[in-house]
Nanobody, 125 residues
Framework: EVQLAESGGGLVQPGGSLRLSCVAS????????MCWFRQAPGKGREGVAT???????RYADSVKGRFTISKDNRKTTLYLQMDSLKPDDTAMYYC???????????????????WGQGTQVTVSS
């Protein structure tokens, strides 16, 4: 059974940092594309950072230079290092797996077929 479990969210002041983790089970993390999405109240779910099966990483313009996605295949864990956080980064953050997709890294929600339950990130003073 495929499972994704996020952790690491919380309350942080503007300019601060957080590292989110997503423990994956039921499939080989090394062989599949993964993505972090976020959804703020009243807004749609947007992809912010993805790491492809083979081809590297891709970021939304809003987080480029501030967020870094990585994964540890031995620990079967996906990470999102978030630095220089802004109030606009406040959202529920989800990790997602694209188990049937073999293309380049994509932030397109439709390509991801497994989702975690999310972890809340709040950026406020």
């Amino acid at each position: 059974e495929v499972q994704l479990a996020e952790s690491g969210g919380g309350l942080v002041q503007p300019g601060g940092s957080l590292r989110l983790s997503c423990v994956a089970s039921g499939f080989p993390l090394s062989d599949n594309g993964m993505c972090w999405f976020r959804q703020a109240p009243g807004k749609g779910r947007e992809g912010v950072a993805t790491i492809g099966r083979v081809y590297g990483t891709r970021y939304a313009d809003s987080v480029k230079g501030r967020f870094t996605i990585s994964k540890d295949n031995r620990k079967t864990t996906l990470y999102l290092q978030m630095d220089s956080l802004k109030p606009d980064d406040t959202a529920m953050y989800y990790c997602a797996a694209a188990l049937d997709y073999e293309g380049p890294p994509t932030l397109a929600r439709a390509e991801y077929n497994y989702w975690g339950q999310g972890t809340q990130v709040t950026v406020s003073s």
